[in-house]
């Protein structure tokens, strides 16, 4: 059970929800990998336009390395014993008409944090990361122009915080957030 408190009464999959880096090395089924992205599935969007795409690999397959090599080298200190990496990327216009869609990267985020919710209700860890070369994933991983590249997470099984970095080790806690006043504003911003 994980030790944070909320303001106002929420769901507990919300509060205990966090991004650990341990991870055990040990595989993931394609039925709980497939559970995630069916989650993913789920997730609101404008239009119901759903621009996510999530393009995978599972640790020990040749995509790996491909994956794995985009990371900046702190991620991959600990993504090493992580069992799926993913990019996320989202398209950038409507399919109805092709016109651009604002709402992308809102929309890609949502089907994100459903991942991220559904990774934790199954007990498992879902950590999402910028740290990675944008350019290179568009590249390497032939993403059409027409969509953004928005980020890369980790999925696993939960691992020993010894197994991490000692400078990581001390970081391997859920933290806490800002309090609702610092980000919520009535009328106008304040």
Same mark, same amino acid.
């Given at each position: 059970?994980?030790?944070?408190?909320?303001? &106002? @009464?929420?769901?507990?999959?919300?509060? =205990?929800? &966090?991004? @650990?880096?341990?991870?055990?090395?040990?595989p993931i089924t394609d039925e709980q990998l497939n559970t995630l992205f069916e989650a993913a599935r789920w997730a609101p969007s404008s239009y119901n =336009?759903? @621009?996510?795409?999530?393009?995978?690999?599972?640790?020990?397959? @040749?995509?790996?390395?491909?994956?794995? =090599?985009?990371?900046?080298p702190f991620n991959q200190e600990w993504t090493k014993n992580a069992a799926v990496l993913i990019v996320i990327i989202s398209h950038n216009n409507f399919i109805y008409n092709n016109k651009p869609s604002r709402t992308h990267s809102f929309d890609t985020g949502a089907a994100w944090e459903n991942l991220a919710l559904q990774a934790t209700y199954d007990g498992l860890i879902a950590h999402g990361m910028e740290g990675f070369d944008y350019e290179r994933a568009r590249i390497e991983l032939k993403v059409p122009s027409d969509y953004t590249v928005e980020a890369m997470c980790a999925i696993g099984r939960k691992g020993n915080i010894q197994d991490l970095p000692e400078k990581m080790q001390k970081e391997e806690a859920p933290s806490d957030r800002k309090p609702i006043t610092t980000f919520v504003c009535e009328g106008t911003y304040k």
């Open positions: 059970m994980i030790n944070r408190k909320a303001q &106002y @009464p929420i769901a507990d999959i919300i509060l =205990n929800r &966090y991004s @650990p880096r341990a991870m055990s090395g040990e =336009n759903q @621009p996510w795409k999530f393009i995978y690999a599972k640790r020990d397959t @040749p995509s790996w390395h491909v994956l794995y =090599n985009l990371l900046v």
